[in-house]
């Protein structure tokens, strides 16, 4: 079966949906978002011969009126009126979150979006559709995304969208797992209090959007675990089989939608987890079993070299492939060609430039992970 042309009961993928639209894309110079990403999973999984034409789909460019799904008429033109125009009024800025540090005004602010949830749309609605099946759109997992506003680099809020379409084609139990590091306060604030979704997101305390307490259900439909700076892979897998694989199990869903944001990895600049991508998928394998169809999806990372590694490797997994310890000559040429894209930052391990897999980072399990897990386990 062609992977773009998903019919009946029957299955979908594994697909890869990319695009080139990221490639060379930037939230310019001094954003967190100038290094590439998407263009290094492409690549690498290329070069690692795991990206043969009929598991890559070309994402498609969501049109406003699919976005109206999540996202008011008014933000939508404003957002489209700054990518023509190039700039925004202090009006648009105030109003919508757009043309600001963490939302800039930059070339493609609208298309890159919107070929995000173009992709994670077409994976949706492929899955939802068929009666099993696996997509990956690294491009995706916006996740912080509003109704009228952008906000913590996300315009479109891909993930909402995506859930939504599946629930709109019938679906009825839609699981989503959050391994970012920062919380789903946009997913959150969409499925509040809706008994067809169960939320799950660890993320780091005290970090931005500083939402997602441990005593927050929304609504019942949620489950937040914040856990502090140092998480390990040890206490990845403590959190994985006592909250995470027990609240989906139970759950029995429908569709699992996971968003892989990479910066609970140790390398990332900007939190200050310290996970190995081993526990990315071990979480990923304990997960499979647990539902028919999968979506994975993007999210944050900004280390270029972790990001692209984690996300390749997931891609790797999921389509079926050993996972080599050392990369071959052409693999290591894509990561070498890799920069932070501005000075200051230290050179990367050349661990990050050789290996597609970290060495684990086991540690102690400390007593506040033990004792949230138990609190959660209670509800
Ligand atoms: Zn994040």
Partial sequence: ?????PVGQSAVGPVLVGSDIYRGSSYGPAHPLRVPRVSTVI???RALG????ERFQPSPRARPAALRAFHSDDYLAAL????AEGRVSDEVRARHGLGTLSNPVFAQMFRRPATGAGGTLWAAEALA???TGAVHVPGGGTHH???DRANGFCYLNDVVLGIKAMLGAGLSRVAYVDLDAHHCDGVEAAF???ARVRMISVHEEGRWPFSGRLTDTAGG????LPVPNGYNDSEARAVLHGLILPRVAEFAPEALVVQCGADSLDEDPLSRLCLSNRAYLEALAGLRPLSPRLLLLGGGGYNPWSVGRLWTAIWGWLSGQDLPDRLPPDGREVLAALSWGRPGRPDPDPSLLDRLLDDPREGPIRPEIADRLGWLRQR
Wanted: charged share 20%; glycine share 14%; hydrophobic share 45%.
């Fill in 43 to 45: 690549d690498l999984a």
């Fill in 50 to 53: 795991w990206l043969p034409p």
């Fill in 145 to 147: 995304g509003l109704p």
């Fill in 192 to 194: 509040a209090g809706d």
């Fill in 129 to 131: 559709r068929a009666a």
């Fill in 1 to 5: 079966m062609k992977p773009g042309r």
């Fill in 80 to 83: 489209q009126a700054a990518e």
């Fill in 221 to 224: 439909s949620g489950f937040f």
